[in-house]
């Protein structure tokens, strides 16, 4: 990644980058929607975060059926 952000964001790999994401956003009132994942994946990933960053907003989240 080049620009102002790529000494901030170096190395970020995927959860890492949503940790830092969700926790930064608490300061800024961002709001969250999790889509996909194994059945109950998206509701089990929220209760985490919503433990770990108390003022993250998590507006929702959504699993569809998996259609092969």
């Known amino acids: ?4 952000f790529a000494e901030n ?3 970020a790999d995927g ?4 940790l830092r994401v ?7 009132g961002l709001r969250h929607f999790f889509f996909g994942g ?3 994946v998206a509701e089990l990933l929220r209760e985490k975060i919503q433990s770990r960053f108390p003022r993250a907003q998590i507006v929702g989240s959504h699993t569809p059926p998996f259609v092969h």
């Open 1 to 4: 990644m080049a620009g102002p």
């Open 9 to 11: 964001w170096a190395g």
């Open 15 to 18: 959860p890492n980058l949503m």
């Open 22 to 28: 969700i926790d930064e956003s608490q300061e800024k």
């Open 38 to 40: 194994g059945e109950g």
